[in-house]
């Protein structure tokens, strides 16, 4: 939660510390009653509220440097034609836009304690910072998403081209059955294994006319 209130000349400011365990994104609540100087008025975890904002604004880069480390290894495997579970890019996309959320919510508060005079202009830098930073990490996701559908076009195409070759080199067998398996004289039609040879003997012929082009 993302928050700043005022009670009596005290403010009352209220954001997450993010960090990422795994595939999940862990939130540390930091509540901090300070004055019109952003000094504590009561024992806190941090000796000012810049401090404390310019730690989240930290919190927020470390967590995205994790974050880029796993697309570009995604990125790697999918540039390198290897299989990628579609749940690790659902995982990598989940922390992406988390971040991004985070970064921005953080944007606003910052950009609103600056008016007040509460933090300092160098740490509302580091916190847009942080922002481009996520910014730039959806727009990484998105190059991502691209490059796995068409993997996954590639793999498709494959598979149809496949199909189509078998398909393709059984129509001689096909064609021959159908002739034999009508109810009139034909040459062979007395010796089943004279058949199944002239059916292998056109098959391969046509499948190495079909390798050929």
């Known amino acids: 939660m993302y928050a700043i209130s ?15 365990k795994e ?57 390198a034609d290897e299989r990628v579970d579609p749940l690790e890019l659902y995982n990598a996309s989940y922390l992406v836009h988390s971040l991004h959320v985070h970064a921005y919510s953080l944007r606003a508060l910052s ?24 910014h730039a990490l959806r727009r990484a996701l998105l190059d991502l998403r691209l490059l796995y559908i068409s993997q996954l076009q590639n793999s498709i195409n494959s598979s149809m081209r496949r199909m189509t070759l078998i398909s393709t080199v059984a129509l001689p067998a096909i064609l021959i059955s159908s002739i034999y398996g009508m109810n009139i004289q034909l040459p062979l039609a007395d010796s089943p294994p004279a058949v199944f040879g002239l059916m292998a003997v056109l098959t391969a012929a046509f499948a190495l006319l079909v390798y050929k082009v």
């Not at 005022?6 to 990422?20: A, D, K, N, R, S």
């Not at 950009?111 to 996520?134: K, Y």
């Open 6 to 20: 005022e009670e009596g000349g005290i403010y009352v400011v209220e954001f997450p510390l993010v960090t990422l």
């Open 23 to 79: 595939d999940d994104i862990l939130e540390e609540e930091v509540v901090m009653r300070v004055d019109g100087n952003g000094q504590p008025v009561e024992a806190a975890k941090f000796p000012s509220l810049d401090r404390a904002v310019a730690g989240a604004a930290g919190a927020l880069l470390d967590a995205a440097d994790a974050v880029e480390a796993r697309l570009d290894k995604i990125e790697y495997r999918l540039e």
């Open 111 to 134: 950009a609103r304690l600056r008016r007040l005079g509460l933090i300092r202009q160098r740490t509302l830098e580091v916190v847009r910072s942080a922002a481009r930073r996520a």
